[in-house]
């Protein structure tokens, strides 16, 4: 169920505020339903002993998550679905065996599960993915408008409809390319198509999945979402190449439209040279392509090892990670690029929570980012990001930490400024 709010606050005392070494007080109003901060002055009690104070932060966003396969691993009917041996082929076909069970009051369960959690970690606006194939049809789908319309006073929701299932190839490939046409027409929600060319069982195949998802997406004027190049293989060609090219000969431009594309995973990319992400930055800043990257590493730590997305066999004592440097894309290449949860409680992640702070935690060790600069730019990569055409609103997040920072509970101010207590 959407949250139940306490009653106003009228002020909070002894702020921290981002970049700021002193506290503050906050004064809010209700001139309508609505609140609005009216005042931020110097907090009066400068001297007194504070032990913990709240970090007031504008709130955050998952530009990139699952809604409909949150949480397989915390409820009961899918207990035989738990991982075995934790490969990428496994997680693959034990959702595919687990979305077989998938209903309408399961689905409606789990998302809401994400969505408390994500709101109770401050996220107010999410780019949520919801598959369509043959085995699910439209049910995710329905959940996910349901869901939409339920929590919009808490959440903005947008919806991607998405082929985690070949579309090319396979027997299945008709049915499900048909599956996500039929979805596209029927659900004026739909604001992204996404699609996994990597699924795909041969390399045309892949490309043929983007060549059509790009038309597709461009004649219907949605955003594009590609789950792409999800592997550490320096034999299998990068197809980013093939998007970056396609979205040139279309004509796909900044010019042409303010619908983008967001390219997600792409750990092959972190195999690449000097010169070749030279390349793939001039392409898309000569060309003006509205290109986006997202990297997953909570996913990607866990799956993208040379043992896990290839499926090969790697000694180890030897298995290297990768996962895309999303502050040195941004630094060095000028390139758009945002971290996200991606997956939550499933055998894709058995591990991490919806919780956008704990993933920047995460970040400063896995880009080696431990200074000022680096916390503050991997903060702007998970709030406020209206290129996606989502944004969390006039929101604040509310964070108490103790003087040594440990985060000891959060308090949401929604869009009426009332509370929820995590
Ligand atoms: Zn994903």
Not at 216 to 229: E, G, I, V
Request: hydrophobic share 40%; glycine share 6%; with cysteine.
């Amino acid at each position: 169920m959407p949250p139940k709010l306490t009653s106003r606050i009228q002020r909070i005392n002894g702020v921290r505020l981002a970049g700021q070494p002193s506290t503050w007080d906050i004064q809010i109003e209700y001139p309508t339903d609505s609140g609005t901060i009216t005042s931020v002055t110097p907090h009066e009690d400068e001297g007194t002993h504070i032990t913990e104070s709240p970090l007031a932060l504008p709130a955050l966003t998952h530009p990139h998550i699952h809604l409909d396969k949150a949480f397989i691993h915390s409820t009961p009917e899918y207990a035989q679905f738990l991982p075995s041996t934790g490969t990428f082929q496994e997680a693959l076909s034990s959702t595919t065996k687990a979305k077989q069970q998938f209903n309408h009051a399961d689905l409606i369960k789990r998302g809401e599960w994400l969505l408390a959690e994500s709101l109770a970690s401050g996220v107010t606006a999410m780019r949520t993915f919801v598959e369509v194939d043959h085995t699910v049809q439209h049910i995710c789908l329905k959940a996910a408008a349901e869901l939409k319309e339920k929590w919009k006073q808490a959440c903005e929701i947008q919806i991607v409809c998405f082929a985690q299932d070949p579309i090319f190839s396979t027997e299945h490939g008709d049915q499900n390319m048909r599956l996500v046409s039929e979805a596209l027409d029927k659900y004026p929600q739909i604001e992204v198509l996404g699609t996994t060319p990597y699924v795909e069982t041969s390399i045309d195949a892949a490309k043929a999945n983007i060549d059509w998802a790009i038309d597709r997406a461009l004649a219907l004027d949605k955003h594009l979402d590609f789950h792409l190049d999800y592997n550490l293989d320096t034999t299998k060609e990068p197809l980013v190449w093939h998007v970056l090219h396609t979205l040139k000969q279309r004509g796909w431009t900044t010019g042409l439209t303010t619908k983008r594309v967001m390219l997600g995973h792409c750990t092959r990319l972190t195999l690449l040279s000097e010169n070749e992400w030279i390349r793939i930055a001039r392409d898309i800043h000569e060309n003006d392509l509205p290109v986006s990257f997202v990297g997953l590493p909570t996913s990607d730590i866990y799956m993208a090892s040379s043992a896990g997305v290839n499926g090969s066999e790697t000694a180890l004592q030897s298995r290297p990670r990768g996962t895309l440097q999303i502050l040195e894309m941004i630094r060095k290449y000028g390139l758009d690029a945002v971290i996200a949860v991606n997956n939550v409680g499933n055998s894709f992640t058995p591990w991490g929570a919806p919780d956008p702070l704990a993933l920047a935690c995460l970040g400063v060790g896995v880009y080696q980012a431990g200074s000022q600069d680096d916390a503050e730019l991997l903060f702007d990569s998970l709030e406020n990001l209206p290129k996606l055409g989502i944004r969390p609103g006039d929101t604040v997040i509310l964070i108490v930490v103790h003087v040594v920072p440990k985060v000891v509970g959060r308090q949401i101010l929604l869009n009426n400024h009332e509370t929820i207590l995590s």
